[in-house]
């Protein structure tokens, strides 16, 4: 095999490598990427029903009933917009009403959210950043009891959160 | 007193490892050979001066000194002594100082491995070494000084998060920061050689041992990880493809890559550039991994004690120290002298491939961690790339690499006989097939992927062995069919042969172990005293709930009975909701049970006020051969270091040529 030949396998099986992980990349970018939707992107958008998306928002007070056979159903507000979200499963520990969550899942034919994932952060001051962010966004929350300005630099609600539990079904 | 004694030795190392960073390079300019000496007493100074700094904050933490910052926000009088020490590096300004502890740690290290490592190469070493060590106690005492007092000092500290009070938590991020700082060794080696402007298979050997150190560990750091993920969370998975993980994950690949790579250049003397520019790349991956995870950038599991304004100081480190051996390697990689070229078809074209797919897969991973990061800056859009996009992207990069492994190790160097290769793996191939139609046959209806699995898993088990096996049988006229001296011979084999056909056979436990997930099976239900819930082939029958009390915590524990579906006793298993006044936080304690290497897992859901419990009651099959296997895996490259040619401070020895008939040396 001469030396010319011996490079061009070499080359060609890095492009093929390569060329293999880009589509793979490209294909799941696609297809299994996540968007994250506030309760009043919700309400102005539209998202279909059937697409699978993260719903994060504040638990309503008040709204939390539970079922029989671990069936919970629940609103999650952004204050300007509310989603009904039904789920079967063990919430996290630090799931109560007020508390900032991110919830997984899709919509049905009736816009309740039918969640498979409940997140909630580990601390009492918690908010999922991505909450925090879109509660900020209509100036409806802010940190470090008002202190903060507008022009502040996007931060994790609070320096000492911990994704602690997150219940599947 | 001893905590200002320790703030003093901190900036003692600082000043240390500058003198170790800048007398070589003088040494160098100026030709002083007394002053190029300097880097070695410096090393040890800068290690003891951490070590010392160490000890001073470990004991403020167990002396439960509150008017220490770091004290009083991590600690709590009642914790138990256990958890008062792993509390020392359970924090942002700990775990930075053990960060450096273990750089200085492997700076002493190469220091005294005079005999292993050529002088120039390890005074150069050295000076690479010290100028991290410098920027990362300048990122210490300037952002996150550990020494820091509280005036007026309170009488109780705030206690350490909860979840962080946990033996595996204790000793995981120890063994994950000696992978991740032990490649630190790796990229001072490849920058010194860049300088040095010269790399040959002495470079190969010397830096081997300590990329093979460092991986071993990782190995170890990110199994404990996962195991306590798995049980200390409460959601019963192992692996979640979270940033935090995929942040020592992708160091990992690519210091695999880096292992196998120099293997090349050590016995073949090629592939050179590329090797350097992988132990670059590994490196810098792990201060990526750092930066991700001591920044906040991301929320994340692991995002306690995060501070978005020391991003921005990690951020230039990461820009000096990537940014400046990138620029480096791109000065001075042309005039390293390129190795040769080899055949497609041989040991080394089989670790090329071996490359490839390691290097594809790490960059799918690094794509999938930091793609939502860049598109959040750009475009404000929330994304969240999840399991989903891993299992499609790194999966079918991931199983060809596992059909190679066999392979590559069958295949001689220089020029292999891919025939003559398979015709030996033909056992294993056959092995395969029928564990995984037995699987199929017994599991008749359930998941595909599990059989496949198993079958990949038994493939990579068996092709392990078989290589130890038809080497100790031998080749040509030493092939002997005599079982005696076959055992004698597998004897003899070279540590190394043995190390890695160990861990690549734990590469298949460990498949094996994530094939089992695939019959994985939970049961959910709220139950009152006397209920049932199933899962897979097992009950558990809940006994009571009662309170208990431990030394910081209260906590709500359900009793439950296991037995199997025919009604034989198991056994029982308890899980909790921990109470921890001191930050008024509850967390939910999981009950385990094992059977063989599978588990039961059992927890507690929400106590309602009529005494009634939700639980969740999972079934793993197979699930602890995930971690045994990664234990493997890190014993085979133990077991490989003491190898006599792998040995640090071992003699150097020219490699006798090998007789053709003998076995070819790994």
Known sequence: ?169 | MIVEVGHYALALALALSLVQAVMPAWAARSGDAALREVAGPAALGTFACILFAFCALTYAHVASDFSVQNVVENSHTAKPLIYKISGVWGNHEGSMLLWVLILALFGAWVAGAKASVPPVLRTNVLMVQASITFVFVLFIITTSNPFARVAPAPLEGNDLNPLLQDAGLAIHPPLLYLGYVGFSISFAFAVAALIEGRIDAVWARAVRPWTLIAWSFLTLGIAMGSYWAYYELGWGGWWFWDPVENASLMPWIAGTALLHSTVVMEKRDALKVWTVLLAILTFSLSLVGTFIVRSGLLTSVHSFASDPSRGVFILGILALFIGGSLSLFAWRAPTLRQGGLFAPISREGALVLNNLFLVAACATVFVGTLYPLLLEMLTAEKISVGPPFFNWTFVPLALPLLVIVPFGQALAWKRGDIAAAAQRLLAAFALALVVGVVAAALTWGGPVMAPVGLGFGAYLIIGSALEIWSRARGYGQSRTRDLGTTWRRAVGLPRSAWGTALAHAGVGVVVLGIAGQGWATEGLATLKPGGQVAAGPYVATLDRVGPRKGENYEETTAFLTLRTKEGDAVGTVETGKRFYPSRRMTVTESGLKTVGVSQIYASLGEVMPDGSIGLRLYHKPLVLLIWIGALIMAAGGGLSLTDRRMRVGAPVKARAKLPPAAVPAE
């Open chain 1, 1 to 169: 095999m001469t030396r010319k030949s011996r490079r061009l396998i070499l080359i060609a099986s890095c492009g093929a490598v390569l060329a293999l992980a880009l589509g793979l990349i490209l294909s799941a970018m696609s297809g299994s990427i996540v968007f994250f939707r506030s309760p009043a992107e919700v309400a102005a958008q539209g998202v279909p029903p059937g697409t699978r998306f993260r719903l994060g928002g504040l638990v309503k007070d008040g709204s939390v009933k539970r079922g029989p056979d671990q069936n919970v159903e629940f609103s999650v507000t952004d204050t300007n917009a509310t989603v009904p979200v039904q789920y079967r499963g063990l919430l996290p520990d630090l799931f109560r009403e007020g508390q900032g969550i991110v919830a997984e899942g899709r919509l049905d034919a009736g816009g309740v959210f039918r969640a498979d994932t409940v997140l909630a952060k580990h601390d009492e001051n918690y908010m999922p950043r991505e909450v925090a962010d879109a509660l900020k966004a209509q100036g409806r929350w802010q940190e470090g009891g008002g202190k903060e300005t507008p022009k502040e630099a996007v931060k994790p609600a609070s320096a000492d959160a911990t994704l602690g539990q997150r219940s599947e079904r």
